[in-house]
């Protein structure tokens, strides 16, 4: 399953640069960065410093250079390590492709971090007033692969290795 986690890695980390890059374009040089697209959901341009959906988003703009882009890409250098080491042992081709997501996901976002100094979120829904907060194709991938971890091991009862 190693291939087929790595394979959808790659493919991740590919749609999540390219749906990124689109954004970064669509915006250039405008002051404010956002278009609503329908009653619940609006195109945005955010840079999260912090964590996943917006945690400790409270750091100053340091650009790449920054300790929190240092330390959140080792954390997920370390934790891509432990998953790519765990998806050579799976056997489970649902269990390699969420793997793979996270794999991904975890990887796109740091690529950001390098480039930017900050994650590039642009998913804005809400509804009325309350907006979740903004995020990516790579949280997407992220979240939806531990939901399919989580099934694989809860509901399906397989053995992870």
């Known amino acids: 399953m190693l291939r087929v986690g790595l394979v959808t890695a790659l493919i991740v980390v590919i749609l999540d640069q390219l749906t990124k890059a689109l954004v970064l374009a ?3 040089g405008r002051a404010f960065a956002g278009d609503a697209i329908t009653a619940f959901f609006n195109l945005v341009l955010t840079f999260n410093r ?4 917006g945690l400790f ?3 100053p703009a340091g650009g790449r ?3 929190n882009v240092f330390l ?3 954390v997920a250098a370390v934790i891509v390590s432990g998953l790519t080491y765990w998806l050579g042992r799976v056997r489970s081709p649902l269990l390699g492709f969420a793997i793979g997501l996270v794999i991904g996901g975890a990887v796109g976002n740091v690529v950001d971090r390098v480039r930017y100094g900050a994650v590039v979120d642009f998913l804005d829904f809400h509804i009325g007033s309350y907006h979740w907060p903004a995020f990516n194709l790579a949280d ?3 979240c939806i692969g531990v939901a399919a971890m989580l099934f694989e ?3 399906l009862g397989r053995e992870a290795h």
Do not use: M
């Open 26 to 28: 669509r915006f250039a």
């Open 140 to 142: 997407s991938a992220i």
């Open 65 to 67: 250079g920054d300790i």
């Open 50 to 53: 912090g964590l996943s959906f």
């Open 153 to 155: 091991s809860l509901l």
């Open 57 to 59: 988003n409270t750091a």
């Open 72 to 74: 959140f890409s080792l």
